[in-house]
């Protein structure tokens, strides 16, 4: 992967970050020059995936195992990058998860709970601590979900976690700006390894009244997260930006 951004001594988070969009993102930092820290459920997995990044791209790579919706584990997360690097200049708050129910009226306190914890309380957490010990241009990005503005029945509580993060984007870019830059990525549908519940060709007709017609490949998101990553976006703040193939922009 080639890049014109070069990132080459800054320092990324990425949780969420040894699969999917967020391994994606992980790959274009590393490439455009990056030490990235990849953070995710499984330790194991998440020192596999730092361990090829590093052989890769040249970069210094750290895995660490973490649970965003974890209070604690948020402070120790950027503890150890802290300790690990001496910096932290990019957050991605990439985790996410959309438990799947029956019913509204099935949904239990703890799919609820769970679902916040790790989309909403989680990307809170981890600014809060984050931001104060980022350096003059450090960026946080958030990603969200175009669920958060076109909520299903069968998403609902997802789509309003991610719609609480909307919010919180504008909310911390006024807290943590001017040093401190907070954007969104309100990604689409993308081609990742869930696709198959929902990618059918029932989904793929639909998809031709798009403007782009199709869903994203998983590399597409990572130009939008360098940009918001990069000095390139030093004028912009609190934006929360639609990935999604022109979807949103249909009424």
């Known amino acids: 992967m080639s890049t014109l951004i070069d990132l080459s001594g800054r320092v990324a988070v990425i949780t969420g970050g040894s699969r999917g969009l967020g391994l994606e993102m992980a790959r274009g930092y590393a490439a455009a020059g990056a030490d990235v820290v990849i953070a995710s459920r499984k330790q194991e997995t ?3 995936v730092a361990e090829k990044l590093s052989a890769e791209y040249g970069v210094r790579a750290l895995g660490i195992g973490a649970h965003v919706g974890d209070w604690d584990g948020c ?38 709970d769970k679902t916040f914890d790790v989309n909403l309380k989680g990307p809170f957490r981890l600014t809060t601590i984050a931001a104060p010990r980022m350096s003059e241009g450090g960026s946080v990005i958030n990603v969200s979900s175009i669920a958060s503005v076109r909520p299903k029945v069968s998403d609902l509580v997802y789509a309003a976690a991610k719609a609480g993060l909307n919010t919180l984007t504008k909310g911390l870019a006024q807290a943590y700006g001017p040093k401190v830059r907070v954007n969104t990525i309100m990604a689409g549908p993308f081609l990742t390894e869930i696709s198959e519940a929902w990618y059918t060709d029932e989904w793929r007709a639909r998809a031709q009244s798009f403007p782009l017609q199709r869903a994203g490949r998983p590399d597409e998101v990572v130009g939008t997260a360098l940009y ?19 979807r949103t922009a249909m009424s």
């Open 46 to 48: 998440c020192v596999e």
């Open 228 to 246: 918001f990553g990069s000095d390139l976006s030093s004028f912009t703040t609190g934006t929360v930006l639609p990935v999604d193939g022109g």
């Open 75 to 112: 402070q120790a997360l950027v503890e150890a990058t802290m300790d690990e690097f001496g910096r932290l200049d990019v957050l991605v708050n990439n985790a996410g998860i959309a438990p799947l129910y029956e019913s509204l009226e099935t949904v239990s306190e703890a799919l609820f």
